[in-house]
């Protein structure tokens, strides 16, 4: 679109807004069938359809919806190319995003935000609303590992590794313990740039399941290890640096403070403990980091937090705020010390 915002009519402008998530379906749907990783050169729908099992005058559709939102151009004789942010689909993509739009575009997803009018009205996740259960305890359940490996290779995908790199100084020889970390890709991606540190990637069961594999395969497999638990219950004790990336932004503050609780607890007086992940800052450049604290709420009864907001948080666990580092429209960092 070449329009600017203030140029489109108000009626007009509304119902792009609301249609924006028939895009996201579109884009999602071109991730599941992993199309960009078959535009190395400009391809007809028809083409790309042969190459990923697809009906070319439907995916058609889908090609265009995605042109419209600059995800792709259309060139001459209808042959389609990936911009900038369509590159970014790409399996091989150093920033790519191709598992979380994978995501985004599942049932579970589009099921909860057709209840979302009922979080509006009750405060209530419009999850539980849809499914009956809360989103954690969907996940676990082994009738539903599609929808957890999907959720888990999306969390992989994105780990907010370069945040970290980039704005956290580690001690020599630290050991970080990554709360909640998942598969260790986060902790795979720390180890292999700081040669001296040392970890332990904490989180249930079945979220651990492959970290032993991950980290072998990173070649990180001798300075880490892996441990199993709920950080309700406790989190393991020894760490110079307790990592929470996109942890408490997925809790309300009660269960919150629970986990900062239990990371209280197994800290050290010269522990550290740092928290990844977004925060409105009121100088964001879009609408994503609101749009993803609605989404917390809507899944989780959420919220994202600025920093005094977190503050907050670590006065009624035993912490406090030592250091807040924001970064508009991306993940922050910010830092807590024992009290």
């Given at each position: 679109?070449?329009?600017?915002?203030?140029?489109?009519?108000?009626?007009?402008?509304?119902?792009?807004?609301?249609?924006?998530?028939?895009?996201?379906?579109?884009?999602?749907?071109?991730?599941?069938?992993?199309?960009?990783?078959?535009?190395?050169?400009?391809?007809?729908?028809?083409?790309?359809?042969?190459?990923?099992?697809?009906?070319?005058?439907?995916l058609s559709r889908f090609l265009h919806a995605a042109a419209s939102a600059g995800v792709l151009t259309v060139e001459e004789g209808e042959r389609f190319a990936l911009t900038d942010v369509g590159r970014?689909?790409?399996?091989?993509?150093?920033?790519?995003?191709?598992?979380?739009?994978?995501?985004?575009?599942?049932?579970?997803?589009?099921?909860?935000?057709?209840?979302?009018?009922?979080?509006?009205?009750?405060?209530?996740?419009?999850?539980?609303?849809?499914?009956?259960?809360?989103?954690?305890?969907?996940?676990?359940?082994?009738?539903?590992?599609?929808?957890?490996?999907?959720?888990?290779?999306?969390?992989a995908e994105s780990a907010a590794g370069a945040t970290v790199n980039a704005r956290y100084d580690f001690a020599e020889g630290a050991h970080v313990v990554d709360v909640g970390g998942g598969r260790g890709?986060?902790?795979?991606?720390?180890?292999?740039?700081?040669?001296?540190?040392?970890?332990?990637?904490?989180?249930?069961?079945?979220?651990?399941?492959?970290?032993?594999?991950?980290?072998?395969?990173?070649?990180?497999?001798?300075?880490?290890?892996?441990?199993?638990?709920?950080?309700?219950?406790?989190?393991?004790?020894?760490?110079?640096?307790?990592?929470?990336?996109?942890?408490?932004?997925?809790?309300?503050?009660?269960?919150?403070?629970?986990?900062?609780?239990?990371?209280?607890?197994?800290?050290?007086?010269?522990?550290?403990?740092?928290?990844?992940?977004?925060?409105?800052?009121?100088?964001?450049?879009?609408?994503?980091?609101?749009?993803?604290?609605?989404?917390?709420?809507?899944?989780?009864?959420?919220?994202?937090?600025?920093?005094?907001?977190?503050?907050?948080?670590?006065?009624?666990?035993?912490?406090?705020?030592?250091?807040?580092?924001?970064?508009?429209?991306?993940?922050?960092?910010?830092?807590?010390?024992?009290?």
């Open positions: 679109m070449t329009s600017s915002p203030s140029a489109i009519p108000p009626r007009l402008r509304l119902i792009e807004i609301v249609s924006a998530g028939w895009i996201s379906a579109a884009v999602s749907a071109l991730a599941e069938l992993g199309v960009a990783d078959h535009l190395d050169t400009p391809s007809t729908a028809a083409e790309l359809a042969a190459l990923t099992d697809a009906e070319p005058e439907a970014v689909l790409r399996t091989d993509s150093a920033d790519s995003m191709r598992h979380m739009c994978r995501l985004t575009g599942r049932e579970e997803f589009a099921r909860t935000w057709g209840n979302a009018a009922h979080t509006a009205r009750t405060g209530l996740p419009a999850f539980d609303a849809a499914f009956g259960r809360p989103a954690w305890e969907y996940m676990s359940d082994p009738a539903h590992t599609d929808f957890s490996g999907a959720f888990h290779r999306a969390m890709a986060m902790l795979a991606r720390l180890l292999t740039e700081h040669p001296r540190l040392t970890g332990t990637v904490f989180d249930l069961p079945n979220a651990v399941r492959g970290a032993d594999k991950l980290l072998a395969d990173a070649g990180v497999a001798d300075r880490a290890a892996v441990a199993a638990g709920s950080f309700f219950d406790g989190v393991p004790e020894g760490g110079d640096v307790y990592l929470l990336s996109r942890v408490i932004g997925n809790w309300n503050d009660e269960e919150s403070v629970r986990i900062l609780r239990a990371v209280r607890a197994a800290m050290r007086p010269d522990s550290r403990l740092v928290i990844v992940g977004h925060m409105p800052t009121g100088e964001d450049r879009t609408h994503y980091v609101r749009a993803l604290d609605l989404y917390m709420f809507v899944l989780f009864q959420a919220r994202l937090r600025s920093p005094e907001q977190y503050g907050a948080l670590f006065e009624q666990a035993g912490l406090t705020l030592s250091r807040a580092d924001l970064n508009p429209d991306a993940e922050s960092l910010i830092e807590a010390r024992p009290v």
